[in-house]
């Protein structure tokens, strides 16, 4: 019984030890809340399950209507262009500039419609997540709209880029501008730099990236161990070069890829390509 005891008042300790540290981090400022730098990742699972187990629970009642019908799911297209690639993207399709470098990023909708249930995504579309930039869209949407939304978002992981433009009517989706921003004095790319910069240009949510928290679905390749790849693209030999030129304009570099062109300056591809350089095999 003592032991038990012993065993009891330990965890406690642990536990009020635990609390007086956060407390200490919240109110001296330890955590960087900065948008230039990702959560943690501890943070960011934390969050992402948090998030997960929450919308599970509330959409567990919703029954979704049929979802096969073409014109809702033609309907869906022009509501999602009109509110939602802005910030997302589409299958070749860049989001605006303004969406890029939110914290957390927006989810790239191809891998959500390939993962989560018809449900849960009418459920975050009409109630919104906290902290996200997600607006409750119950608010500018009906119900029925934000079906043919989801309808539309089960066909988007079937689409190529040119299959998605023919959704749009043929309209190429241009990238995102950025009027008015300097080019800054070139240097040599930063490995830190460009450790930032993915993030910032939403990077992780299409692709796993070692280090860096990001969306927990993907519709990329890993960049794990891309330093030691022979290809960029499976085009153009591996070189710091080429990488810049892939990032730079990646339809050029292999026409019809979902790759969108971001807007990247030079200096940010260096960047960019410097801290892909660090991203080796594990021995």
């Not at 029954?63 to 297209?77: E, F, I, K, S, T």
């Not at 509501?79 to 802005?86: E, G, K």
């Not at 500039?97 to 018809?118: H, I, K």
């Not at 043929?170 to 730099?193: D, F, I, K």
Request: glycine letters at 10%.
């Amino acid at each position: 019984m003592k032991s038990w005891k012993v065993a009891g008042l330990t965890v406690l300790a642990c536990m009020a030890g635990g609390a007086v540290l956060a407390g200490a981090a919240v109110f001296h400022g330890w955590y960087d809340v900065s948008a230039t730098g990702s959560h943690t990742l501890p943070v960011h699972d934390l969050l992402d399950v948090a998030q997960t187990r929450s919308v599970q629970r509330r959409a567990a009642g919703i029954a979704a209507p049929d979802l096969d019908d073409p014109d809702r799911a033609r309907n869906g297209a022009g509501l999602f262009r009109a509110n939602c690639v802005q910030c997302h993207g589409a299958p070749g399709v860049a989001p605006e500039s303004y969406a890029l470098g939110l914290n957390p990023p927006p989810a790239a909708l191809v891998a959500t419609a390939r993962e989560r249930p018809a449900p849960d995504i009418f459920w975050i579309i009409q109630q919104g997540i906290k902290m996200t930039g997600m607006p409750a869209w119950r608010y500018r949407l009906t119900d029925a709209e934000i079906w043919d939304v989801v309808a539309f978002m089960r066909v988007l992981p079937t689409l190529s880029p040119e299959a998605y433009r023919e959704w749009e009517g043929g309209e190429r989706t241009s990238a995102p501008a950025l009027p008015g921003r300097p080019e800054a004095q070139a240097r040599v790319g930063s490995a830190a730099a460009g450790r930032n910069a993915v993030q910032q240009y939403l990077c992780a949510t299409c692709h796993v990236i070692p280090g860096v928290a990001g969306a927990r679905h993907h519709v990329g390749p890993s960049l794990a161990g891309i330093a030691d790849r022979s290809y960029v693209a499976g085009t153009l030999p591996n070189t710091e070069a080429n990488m810049q030129r892939w990032l730079l304009a990646p339809g050029q570099v292999k026409p019809g890829t979902a790759m969108p062109d971001l807007g990247l300056t030079d200096q940010d591809a260096r960047d960019i390509s410097a801290f892909l350089q660090t991203l080796r095999q594990a021995d």
